[in-house]
Every structure is written in C-alpha cells, then in structure tokens.
C-alpha cells in the first residue's frame, strides 16, 4: 500500500477557494483554464496564485490550448504542471516539453480507451508514443461529468507511470478510491455544495487521504 497517496482540489475560481484549501493542505490544487463553469482567466489565476500557500502546488488544466499560453503560464510562476484532457498528442507534447520542460499530465477518459480494450494498462498505449513523453496519467470519466466509472478496469499492476484517479469521487466513496492505491486522488464536484467548494468536504477530503480515516 502506497501510504504517501496525494490529494488535489481541482476547479478553484474564488479567493475563498484559496482560503479553503491554505486551511487544508491538498498537495495540488487545478486552476481550469479551458471552457467550464470554473473556468479561469490567466489574469484571475495570477491572482488566486498570489494567496496561495507555496506548500500547495498549481496545475493548470486545458483542453487543446495554444502551447505558448501553457508555457507563459508556467514560466510566470502560475502554473507548475499541466493538465491535458485534449487531443494532444505526441508532437503537440514534444514542443510544450521543448518550450519550457513543464511537467505533464495526461488524462485518459475511460469511454475511448477502457471500454474499447476491456481494461487499461501501459501496454494499451504502446501505439501512444506521447506515454513516453508524460510525466503522470490521469484516469477520468469524461470532462466535469462527476460521475465514477468502473475502477475495477483498473489493471494497477501494470501502470508504470505515476497515476491521478478522477471522476466523481466523493466523501462516500473516497475509500474505495484510497483502496485502488492511485499516486493521487483528483476531486472537484466532489469538494462542493451547490456548485461552490465546501470547506468542510475539502477539510474531511483531505485529512481522509492524508491519514486514510474510515468513515
């Protein structure tokens, strides 16, 4: 059992987002840059960086953005990884990598590759040869669905790579999440009431990964 399991609060866009997860200690928080509810301007991220704790680290999310606006962000000081749920693909990484060496995530959505092989391991991207280029894979049901698929297509065994787990993961099922023994565990509706992030979820959230507390 991995008992270093990381957590990151991902969607913030209010100071007092900021605020909450200072109190908290995430080890990442996600600024989304690409169209969502959450989304955030670079301006409005600078912005929110500036109160946030340096023990916390920012990941900056985008779907498909121009390379230059991630590698201005990152070499600003906003961002310190980045998040692709896009199309990106080996050259588009290459030439991000190129521009300023961030340190990359990549988001595989179950739909288009678990369903189609049955069950996900490294050597289903071996076609993919962006796998090697990427720092860290993201496992998600689809962009802001907040819904969970089915962990057990998962073959844990076999992914080499540093791992996020993400898609409707919530105080109810957040156990079940730590139990998979993901390199972090990714929550953002999950963290909220109404729409907005709640403290106590993201309090609760927290110290339930860092400290692996049953409910």
């Not at 693909?89 to 092989?117: F, R």
């Not at 993961?169 to 023994?181: F, K």
Request: aromatic share 8%.
């Amino acid at each position: 059992m991995n008992i270093n399991i990381k957590i990151k609060i991902c969607g913030l866009f209010r100071s007092k987002d900021i605020d909450f997860v200072n109190s908290a200690c995430p080890d990442y928080i996600g600024f989304v840059f690409a169209s969502s509810r959450r989304q955030v301007s670079p301006d409005k991220a600078e912005t929110l960086r500036s109160r946030l704790s340096n023990n916390i680290t920012p990941i900056g999310v985008f779907v498909n953005a121009p390379i230059a606006e991630i590698a201005g962000l990152y070499n600003s000081g906003i961002i310190s990884m980045a998040q692709l749920h896009g199309t990106e693909d080996k050259e588009y990484i290459t030439q991000l990598k190129e521009m300023c060496g961030i340190p990359v995530i990549k988001t595989i959505i179950h739909d288009s590759v678990l369903q189609s092989t049955g069950q996900w391991s490294d050597e289903s991207m071996c076609e993919k040869s962006e796998i090697d280029l990427i720092d860290y894979i993201l496992f998600d049901s689809g962009a802001g669905s907040g819904k969970p698929f089915n962990w057990e297509l998962l073959d844990t065994q076999k992914i080499t790579k540093p791992w996020f787990l993400a898609g409707g993961i919530t105080l109810e099922n957040i156990n079940e999440a730590i139990a998979i023994n993901p390199y972090a565990i990714d929550v953002s509706s999950g963290a909220e009431t109404d729409g907005i992030k709640d403290l106590g979820k993201i309090l609760q959230l927290t110290n339930r990964v860092k400290n692996h507390i049953s409910p």
